[in-house]
């Protein structure tokens, strides 16, 4: 098959939009070409092997050596390498986020995620292996396996954001507690505006947002509704009531540690404006 038509392939074309940078794209060119060359015994097992690097490329791209060792749980693990792959693997879904932002049923779910993925990418070897069983050119098999290397890669790219998913979504489940202390303990001064003594009973969230900013940690945007008791006057004239408003607040958490939160107060707004009887 000549290469011109074997890029009209959807397959391939599919695999071709998972692509970023000019290089990454050129390679894949080349690796089919290898698989084109008609006549040379070796064509399938050099596509296979720069396929191989090619992904591994896209790995390094999404996970450079000098961001991962710049990461708070970042530790030497190997004599040979300064990172490793599980590594690599491990920032792709966790970037500069400690540990400390996972629970620990979440980080065990990472973990066995990446291990299994470490597992999955050796399909390659047997593929780059060259052995007298996979020498014999067969044109049929080889488009077989060609298929099923470009349509493996693709799945073992896109599982990367998978890995980053199961971060990302784990994430509001072990802040909510946290998170929610802080605000409690952060409400600005529109609530002393409507009553001598606010007392905040509850704190309702109704969205939680989380946005990853790499160095910088992560912004957490919540709104939901805070209830509490108005107090007004003392002694015989004391009289309380129950109000409940709704808030937005962005909060600003450290990458290193989940405990390093920051509040800014222009970023917390609570809407009173139905106590003053204003439309919203």
Request: overall charge negative; proline content about 3%; glycine content about 4%.
């Amino acid at each position: 098959m000549k290469l011109k038509k074997l890029l009209d392939h959807n397959f391939i074309k599919q695999f071709e939009s998972l692509l970023v940078s000019d290089f990454e794209k050129k390679l894949f060119k080349a690796a089919l070409r290898n698989y084109c060359s008609h006549g040379n015994p070796l064509r399938f097992h050099n596509f296979a092997f720069s396929m191989r690097e090619l992904v591994l490329h896209i790995i390094d791209r999404k996970a450079p050596d000098s961001k991962v060792t710049a990461a708070s749980w970042y530790a030497l693990e190997s004599d040979k390498f300064a990172v490793t792959r599980r590594q690599k693997l491990k920032y792709c879904a966790q970037g500069f986020l400690s540990d400390g932002y996972l629970s620990e049923h979440a980080l065990e779910d990472l973990n066995q995620s990446i291990k299994d993925y470490l597992k999955e990418f050796n399909f390659f070897n047997k593929y780059t292996h060259i052995t007298e069983k996979h020498f014999k050119t067969c044109p049929k098999k080889f488009y077989e396996d060609m298929k099923y290397i470009v349509e493996r890669s693709a799945e073992v790219v896109e599982e990367l954001d998978s890995l980053e998913n199961l971060v990302l979504e784990s994430i509001p489940d072990s802040l909510h507690e946290k998170l929610f202390l802080e605000v409690i303990n952060s409400f600005p001064d529109e609530l002393l505006i409507i009553a001598s003594n606010v007392i905040v009973e509850q704190v309702s969230p109704e969205e939680l947002e989380v946005e990853y900013l790499e160095e910088n940690g992560i912004t957490v945007a919540v709104s939901g509704t805070v209830y509490v008791t108005q107090e007004y006057g003392k002694g015989e004239d004391f009289t309380e009531i129950g109000g409940d408003y709704p808030f937005s607040i962005s909060i600003k958490m450290s990458a290193a540690s989940p405990d390093d939160i920051k509040i800014n107060p222009n970023e917390f707004i609570v809407d009173t404006s139905s106590w003053f009887g204003e439309d919203t």
